[in-house]
């Protein structure tokens, strides 16, 4: 099936630093890119839809400043926490989604990444 | 707005079938998925069934869909130990297509005791 790459999987960095993640499609097209989060013990929540070429749309309550979303080509979108703080260390997942008009079914998913703000 | 519930812990014996349940609440959704997660790791896509249908079978998953009462479940036959991780039950959001945003219920720790 599809790949998708996320990287790096995990990182460690100081308060007030920031942290870029990358999601790539490694074997197909993705015009968008989904952005989730999960909490210890927690679902998934959707934080961002990424579109190529255009602004990423974030869900309610979600900080577009501090979580910047690029979405340079067909297959790269890259989430960075800008001033990260110890209350946004958690588990970032993306997911890719194939051109519209793929018979795909499947949203697929990067490894994630463990992010810890010290 | 739309949410999708499933209960939180689900002990069953090595060699037992397990069913994990999960309600959602919107119903334009076209696709419903179960994704498992082992410590640690991202999610894998178990399987998936689209609205119409009301049942799926893969190997040994079974997956039941009631669309009058957006009830969806997933039965693992013969449950071995490494089926124990984290099962999250999904919704596509909308009537869109395929390949869309989901929105994930809590997720149903399995654990299998041998």
């Known amino acids: 099936g599809a790949v998708v790459s996320q990287h790096p999987s995990r990182v460690i960095c100081k308060s007030g630093t920031s942290v870029k993640i990358e999601c790539r499609s490694l074997d197909f097209q993705a015009t968008t890119m989904f952005w989730y989060r999960q909490f210890p013990k927690q679902s998934l929540m959707l934080m961002a839809t990424s579109n190529e070429g255009s602004k990423a749309t974030y869900e309610q309550g979600v900080e577009k400043d501090k979580f910047l979303i690029n979405h340079a080509s067909l297959t790269l979108s890259t989430l960075t926490v800008t001033s990260a703080h110890p209350e946004d260390s958690s588990f970032y997942i993306c997911s890719a989604s194939p051109i519209p008009g793929s018979e795909d079914t499947e949203a697929f998913f990067g490894q994630g990444t463990r992010l810890t703000v010290v | ?114």
């Open chain 2, 1 to 114: 707005g739309e949410d999708v519930e499933q209960s939180l812990f689900l002990s069953v014996r090595e060699g037992d079938s397990s069913v994990i349940n999960c309600t959602y609440t919107d119903s334009s959704s076209t696709y419903l998925y179960w994704y498992k997660q082992e410590p640690g790791a991202g999610l894998q896509l178990l399987t998936y069934i689209f609205s119409n249908m009301d049942m799926k079978q893969d190997q040994r998953l079974t997956v039941l869909l009631n669309k009058k009462d957006k009830h969806l479940s997933l039965r693992i036959a013969d449950t071995q130990t490494g089926d124990s991780a984290i099962y999250f039950c999904a919704e596509s959001i909308g009537a869109n297509q395929a390949g869309t945003a989901l929105i994930f219920g809590k997720g149903t720790t399995l654990s299998v005791s041998s």
